[in-house]
Each structure stands twice: as C-alpha cells, then as structure tokens.
C-alpha cells in the first residue's frame, strides 16, 4: 500500500464555504494546504499526458489507415468495424482488474509494466503477413489490455497531487491529449503509409515514444504516490479547506471489500448517469472514430472527387484532414468545457452535468446535418463534423472531474475502471461493428454500387445522432442528484 494521511495543523479561524461547510465537525481540524505544488508534481503531470497521448495514438492508428487494412486482409464492413470491437472488449475487461490492483498496489509499477506491454505489442503487429489476419485481431487485443492498465490508474495520479482548482486544470491538460493522440494517430498512420508505400510502418514509431515514455515515468515519477484522502473529502470554492481530524490510534478509512465497493457505487446515482452519459458519448466517437475517413472517401467517391481505390494505395488524405480536425477540436474543446465548469459552477452547483448535456445535444445536431450534406458539399460536411466533434471533447475534463467529487477518493480507480468497463461495453466495444453489420446489411439487399456503398454508411450513422440525445438525456439525470452526492462523498 501507498502510504497517506495529513499533517494536523492548529484550527483555522476562517469561516467555511461551499461544499465543506455543510461537514465540519467540532473538534480539533485538519488544515489542508492549497500552496502550488511542487515542480515535481509538475514534472509527474508531463510524463503521465506524454504517455496518455502515445495511449490513443495507438488507438488509432487502425482507423487512419482501415481502407488500407481491409485490401490488405480483405476484411468486409462488418470484419473492419470487429478489428476495434475486439480491441475495445479486450480494453473493457481488463480495467476492472487494473482498478483493483490501483486501489491497492503502487500504480508506478503497473503504469510502466503496461506501456512497456503495449508498446511491444504495437511493434509485434507491424511483421504480420496477409495470410494470419487472426494474428493481427489479436494483437489489437492485447494493445487494449496494455493500455487499460494505464487509462484506470493514471487520473487517480493526478488527483492526488492536485487540490480541486488544479486538478480540474490537470485533468484538462491530461484529456486534451485524447483527441490530441486520437488525431496524431490518424496523421501518423496516413503519413507513414504515404511515405513508405506500406501501411506496416505506421505501427513502427509509438513503440520508440513508449520506450521514451518508459524512462521518463521512471526517472522523473515518484515511488511512492501518497493517497490524499482526506483532501479529498473536503473541497472549497472559497480556498480555505478544513477537515475533521481522527482520533490518534483510529483507522482513518475503513478497508472494504471490492464487491462492497461496486455496490457503493450502484447506489451512487450521479456516478451512475454520469457513466451511462459518458457511455453515449463512447458510443458516438467509436463510430466516428473508425469509419469518418471511409465514410469521407465514399461521398468523394460518389461526387467524383477522387478515383476509387482498387488496386493501387488508397488515398489517405481524409484521415489526415481528420485527424487534424480531430486535434484542434479536441484541443478547444476540453480547454472550454473546464473553463466553463470553473466559471459556472460557482453560480450553479449543478453546472458541470448540465454542461455535458448541452455540449450533448449540440453535437446530435451537427452530425444530423454532416451526414445529410455529405453527398452534395463535401467541404461542409467536415464542418460540421469538426463542431460534432468540439461539443464531444468538452465533456472528456468534466466528467472525469464529476467522479472524482462524488465518489470518495479510496474507491476512485474502482470507480474509472467500471465506468470504462461500462462505456466501453455499451459504447465504443459495439458500435464500430454495430455500424459496420448494418452497412453490411443494406448493401445485401442493394446493388454494391458506390452510390449505395456510401448510402449504406450514412444510414448506419444515424444511429449515433439518436445515442448522443440519449446522452444528453442522461447529463440532465445527473444534475439532478450531485450536489446530495457531492457531499456524501465529502463525508
């Protein structure tokens, strides 16, 4: 176990505000201090987004070059969409696992075994040949695993180096670089299959990053990362933190089960909206995610752009477009959406979920309206595709932050890996395939011109504009039961 606990400090004569002042018992107080934390904490922030951002670029580098892939294996619709499907499952199943051992073991250790994991991996699949493509599923698989031991622990990191004004800030800059990742991986798929001429080598340079990103994490990172529970516990607006202090000689938090862990959070309401809102939004981005760039290349196709690819390379000038849109957005997107939530959760308690379900909605309708321009302007569609995309990656900071204020700080990684586990099962595990099968379906009952091969994936896209409104639905839930939440988990 990491070590915890505070130093107690004479009482404070300060009155309270916010969420403590409703919890502070008589008796003798904690004082927490909210002076700037240390370079090193700084330093262990940089090494943690540095590995977060290699994360995703991992993550997609497939769908950067999937037209590539699917000539090359001679993968349909529905074998292309499986090839994320299998990688999300994989990523899904492990998290719980690697929650478990975060609540309860030093995460340094588990964040270096799993990049050096991934990476290996990663570099492993650029040598597979045409003929053993379940090789090539299933090393995608074990990517997911590796990358799951760093998604479930590495936010638990940072919220117990940073007070709340901060760790918004952190958590910010640490979720900028999903999409930022999200993108360079389209860009670097699309770059490398260009220069070379074979897609093989896109899967040759996030190993040497993740090799880099090992020894960083060991040199600069701490040992031992203390848990700062009762930190946790009292978070104020006002920047005077004051906690009840324990007796000498009690246990300061009681150790609990993991099953009593899960129950405790099935009863916590906002968590449970929360995840099923960010379920909605994983379910939206998957399926952007993967076919976006096929879905662009269709519609060029249809309008005579471009030339179809039969024989030679495919164009991969929309992944790059995309994976460029994709970082921008991504990066405006997550500065806004925290920037919003300090200003306004300082007039509304309630801000953050309704936040997420405006920015929710917002992106329903703009990718309504990219997938009803996209035959006739293609220049419009990225448009409006590229403001989808913004009003998703306000919500990647908030929610984050929304767990970590409503569930106590000693169940947190438990907490993330179940909210993965969920989003991803429900959410980006099924729907590149979902969208796949479905395309599949309608070019079976339909002449497999290219007409109809675009058809067929705009219609499948219209599921996504249906979930993102469910999503919404489930942000305003939320808001209707955080503040009680807040200030059970402050207890």
């Not at 499952?89 to 340094?108: E, S």
């Not at 981005?285 to 005579?304: D, E, I, K, S």
């Amino acid at each position: 176990y990491e070590n915890t606990g505070l130093q107690s400090q004479p009482p404070l004569e300060e009155p309270n505000y916010g969420a403590t002042a409703a919890h502070v018992r008589q008796g003798p107080l904690v004082s927490v201090s909210r002076n700037s934390p240390a370079g090193r904490d700084y330093l262990t922030v940089g090494v943690l987004c540095y590995a977060n951002l290699i994360n995703f670029m991992d993550w997609f580098i497939v769908p950067g070059i999937l037209l590539d892939i699917q000539k090359y294996f001679e993968l349909s619709d529905g074998g292309a969409g499986l090839l994320q499907t299998v990688f999300i499952l994989c990523y899904m199943l492990a998290a719980p696992f690697f929650g478990y051992l975060g609540d309860r073991y030093n995460r340094k250790i588990i964040l270096g075994a799993g990049i050096f994991f991934w990476s290996g991996v990663t570099l492993g699949t650029s040598f597979i040949s045409e003929s053993y493509y379940w090789i090539f599923f299933l090393s995608r698989g074990l990517v997911g695993i590796g990358t799951a031991s760093y998604s479930t622990v590495a936010p638990t990191i940072i919220a117990d180096r940073f007070d709340e004004g901060r760790r918004t800030t952190m958590l910010s800059i640490f979720y900028i670089c999903i999409p930022v990742g999200s993108g360079l991986g389209y860009v670097l798929a699309s770059s490398m299959a260009g220069v070379t001429g074979d897609w093989h080598w896109a899967f040759r340079i996030t190993p040497c990053m993740g090799g880099l990103a090992l020894v960083l994490l060991i040199l600069l990172v701490p040992h031992r990362i203390q848990r700062r529970t009762e930190a946790h516990r009292a978070l104020s607006i006002s920047g005077t933190i004051r906690v009840a202090a324990e007796k000498p000689g009690v246990q300061r938090t009681a150790k609990t089960t993991w099953c009593q862990d899960v129950i405790s959070l099935g009863k916590n309401w906002s968590f449970v909206w929360s995840s099923l809102g960010l379920t909605a939004m994983a379910f939206v981005t998957g399926a952007l995610g993967l076919w976006v760039p096929v879905f662009l290349y269709r519609a060029q196709v249809v309008q005579g752009i471009v030339s179809p690819c039969l024989e030679k390379s495919c164009n991969s000038s929309n992944s790059l477009i995309f994976g460029g849109i994709t970082i921008g957005t991504g990066i405006l997107g997550v500065i806004a959406g925290a920037e919003a939530a300090r200003r306004l959760r300082k007039m509304n308690n309630k801000a953050d979920p309704l936040i997420c379900a405006t920015s929710m909605f917002v992106s329903a309708l703009c990718l309504y309206i990219a997938l009803m321009v996209a035959q006739r302007n293609i220049v419009f569609t990225f448009i409006f595709i590229a403001f989808g995309e913004l009003f998703l990656s306000v919500n990647w900071a908030v929610v984050t932050d929304i767990l970590l204020y409503v569930v106590t700080p000693r169940r947190q990684s438990t907490a993330i890996a179940l909210q993965i586990l969920v989003s991803h099962l429900l959410g980006d595990a099924g729907s590149p395939y979902l969208i796949g099968t479905i395309s599949n379906a309608i070019q079976a009952k339909n002449d497999r011109s290219f007409q109809w091969n675009f058809w067929s994936l705009q219609y499948s896209f219209i599921i996504c504009v249906f979930v993102g409104v469910f999503g919404g639905g489930f942000f305003l839930l939320t808001s209707f039961y955080i503040e009680e939440d807040r200030k059970e988990a402050e207890q």
